[in-house]
């Protein structure tokens, strides 16, 4: 069961409620007395269950035999509409978000906390810039009844899909029917007033966390002291034809960690791998990632180094931006799709990423693209589109997001005049000598 809910649905709320749902979730319901009786119902077909919250959708998800649909969507109708949300599991609730909010900031991998960062960035408090985790301030504020006054709004038939994957439709169908229809929830059929249907303003904007970043290892072996930068800007939705040229730029720009990008015969041939990594070697990383929700969209580049080598970070970032508007190679760009086509097709051949797709498509569209006819638009991808689509995402206001030592990183100001330069250098700065 997919839910159009998500933190970014929070703001008339306590920040941090999707992130409490996600927790609860397959904790004791109407019909099952625990979670344990749940898994042991599962296990008679061989079943796992999880749930997943991201900034816009919620996901209740059970993988079992296909002889156990009847058990299965039962199940998951009695889990997403008839929670008990018991005291007692709230508070386990509580402890377990307070911890991972701690190992959140002490991991080595910035990742999750830079995307947080660049998202606060780019939409300054409005839908997909609010906080995903929970703060910690609200654990305590949050309770059965403030969840309940979430859940009667978003919790709706209109906001659910039920999808399913090695199953017949008809199945389905029947067992929606029987189990999801007309039903009452735990928290009252009571009419809607405060869903949040705001679009997504992007605002740019910067996002600094001084850290010390000096012994952020685990084990005995040191990793090096490392500031982490990630600089975005809009692109679109998924619902836009541009949707599939970002896709493909993303694919061309590629990246990843210093690691693997040693020595020839490795095909590493994405922009992020021969003009940064392989020449510069003093970088640790430098990764494209694309998010996209249905009304708005981030391109950005993560990219980590030394604390004292931030600002040519900076402009190396810069101007990879502003070479995105240049000239594409057509092997360079016949590559990002052939790329971006098997990463597609690799992907759905698993099950549970089908599955996925099927839901958020139907979510979103009401329909669902089927992967030929988007391979058939990504083959139709030229490179005008590509400069078309930069161009136009190069004219807004840049995201940044900063974590580490930050002494030597250039100001907002300056890194937006390197985005609008034509080279993406940064302004130079004059000591004055006295």
């Not at 911890?99 to 900031?105: A, G, Q, S």
């Not at 605002?203 to 040191?222: A, C, Q």
Request: charged share 25%; with cysteine.
């Amino acid at each position: 069961v997919l839910i159009n809910s998500g933190s970014r649905h929070e703001a008339k709320y306590l920040s941090g409620i999707s992130h409490f749902l996600e927790k609860l979730a397959f904790s004791s319901t109407a019909q099952f007395g625990s979670k344990d009786e749940i898994l042991l119902t599962l296990e008679k077909h061989g079943g796992i269950c999880d749930c997943q919250a991201s900034r816009d959708t919620i996901m209740y998800a059970v993988s079992a035999d296909a002889k156990g649909l009847d058990t299965v969507v039962n199940l998951l109708a009695d889990v997403a509409l008839q929670p008990r949300l018991s005291d007692e599991e709230i508070e386990m609730t509580r402890t377990a978000i307070r911890f991972e909010l701690e190992d959140l900031n002490m991991r080595p991998d910035p990742e999750p906390l830079l995307t947080e960062m660049i998202h606060a960035a780019a939409y300054r408090d409005n839908t997909v810039g609010l906080n995903r985790f929970c703060p910690v301030e609200n654990t305590d504020k949050i309770d059965r009844e403030v969840l309940h006054s979430y859940l009667r709004n978003y919790y709706t038939p209109d906001r659910m899909v039920l999808a399913g994957v090695g199953i017949e439709h008809e199945q389905l169908v029947e067992c929606a029917k029987k189990y999801l229809l007309g039903v009452e929830p735990v928290w009252g059929s009571g009419q809607t007033k405060d869903v949040d249907r705001s679009v997504a303003q992007y605002t740019g904007g910067i996002v600094k966390v001084e850290k010390d970043m000096s012994d952020v290892s685990l084990g005995p072996t040191p990793i090096p002291e490392l500031t982490h930068i990630m600089i975005g800007l809009e692109s679109c939705s998924f619902l836009e034809e541009d949707f599939i040229p970002f896709a493909v730029l993303n694919m061309m720009m590629g990246g990843g960690g210093s690691f693997s990008a040693g020595g020839p015969g490795k095909g590493m041939f994405t922009r992020l791998y021969l003009n940064v990594l392989n020449r510069h070697h003093w970088m640790y990383n430098a990764t494209s990632y694309h998010h996209s929700y249905e009304d708005t969209g981030l391109l950005c580049i993560h990219a980590s180094a030394d604390p004292k080598q931030v600002r040519e970070m900076v402009e190396i970032l810069t101007r990879e931006f502003i070479l995105m508007a240049g000239a594409v190679g057509e092997v360079e760009l016949e590559r990002a799709k052939t790329q971006l086509k098997s990463m597609l097709m690799m992907n759905l051949e698993s099950r549970p990423v089908i599955f996925e797709d099927v839901g958020r498509q139907v979510l979103a569209t009401n329909t669902r693209k089927l992967p030929h006819e988007l391979c058939a638009l990504i083959g139709q991808v030229k490179s005008t589109d590509i400069k078309r689509v930069v161009t136009k995402m190069l004219h807004k206001k840049p995201a940044v997001a900063a974590l580490g030592d930050l002494t030597d990183l250039p100001t907002y100001e300056h890194i937006q005049a390197a985005l609008s330069s034509k080279d993406g250098r940064l302004p130079r700065m004059y000591r004055l000598f006295r």
